[in-house]
């Protein structure tokens, strides 16, 4: 009686694992099988050839000054220059940042990077490319938002780097619009540094906010600054002169322990946009870069300056 009762649960059984079976093998045809993992490396085409790096970096050292590039697109920065260390714009993102330079061998190492970024000038690149794969730039060679893409295309964040660009461009040309509409579509604007002794003047593509304001904004340049830093990108003044460069509109970067004694000086008090009021101080600290977290911040600052918001 026992066997009776055996036969048909066994054979009952046999049917439930077979059926199991052909339900996970119709998932399986199906495409329900789990989803492949991303490649661990990708090449990058850099500018002296092919590099397999990260294609998900988690601990990125920067010997350059795009620090911030790397910080708007959201990957861990481990390790940056000295530049970048001591800009109050990234005081917070880096404040638990170690502080290196290409000469810190062991220091990098102890870090443990999984991608180094740098300039083309690196001394040890070579020695760099035996701890991490090592990307360098030749700084200047395109244009700053150009720049932010490659960063973008390098951490596999291109779509990331390119919506910001476009938003970026919008948000600048808009305010731009609204400036000149202002001030005046024919009111020029200068660009000038006190660093140290000196005093500078700067076109359109040497940071300072320049890119912002002629580039995104079109705002104009003085003549006799857009002739005199054709060249170079821009020019070094004497008190003496400053009238002959200053535009309708200054902007004056002023790093903290420059000399500020020109301000005090009949020349410098008499020049027209500071008898009327329209020189606009800028904190010179951190104004030399041009990544994404620097020209939020400008471009800020030139909104509430020139529009009060």
């Known amino acids: 009686m026992k066997k009776k009762l055996l036969v048909p649960f066994m054979l009952m059984l046999t049917l439930i694992i077979s059926a199991c079976g052909n339900s996970e093998s119709s998932k399986e045809e199906s495409g329900s099988t789990p989803k492949e993992k991303e490649p661990e490396t990708f090449t990058y085409e850099s500018e002296t050839g092919p590099v397999k790096v990260p294609s998900d970096p988690q601990r990125v050292v920067v010997l350059s000054g795009y ?18 260390k001591n800009n109050p714009t990234f005081s917070e993102e880096l404040k638990d940042v170690a502080e290196v330079s290409e000469d810190d061998l062991e220091k990098i190492i ?23 794969p090592t990307v360098t730039y030749t700084w200047g060679k395109v244009d700053y938002l ?28 808009e305010a731009g619009n609204e400036i000149r509409a202002k001030i005046g579509e024919d009111a020029t604007v200068s660009v000038i540094e006190a660093f140290g002794k000196d005093l500078y003047v ?54 903290s322990d420059a000399d500020t004694a020109f301000q005090e000086t009949e020349t410098y008090k008499n020049i027209p946009a500071v008898k009327n009021g329209h020189v606009i101080e800028m904190q ?15 471009l800020a600052f030139f909104k509430e300056a020139f529009l009060g918001k």
């Open 284 to 298: 010179g600290e951190g104004a030399s870069f041009t990544d994404p977290v620097t020209l939020e911040k400008q």
């Open 67 to 84: 620090t911030g590039d790397v910080i708007k697109l959201g990957v861990n920065v481990v390790g940056v220059d000295t530049w970048s």
């Open 146 to 173: 150009t720049q932010h893409l490659e960063i973008g295309k390098l951490l596999n964040k291109e779509k990331e780097a390119q919506a910001w660009v476009d938003d970026f461009k919008k948000r600048a040309e």
């Open 202 to 255: 700067y076109g359109d593509n040497w940071a300072r906010g320049t890119e912002i304001l002629y580039q995104a904004m079109k705002l104009k340049m003085p003549e006799k600054v857009k002739a005199d830093v054709s060249k170079a990108g821009y020019y070094t003044l004497s008190t003496e002169v400053l009238p002959e460069y200053a535009g309708d509109y200054v902007i004056l970067s002023k790093y």
């Open 110 to 132: 102890e870090l443990e990077p999984d991608l180094i970024i740098g300039l083309s000038t690196l001394k040890n690149v070579d020695k760099l490319k035996e701890i991490a």
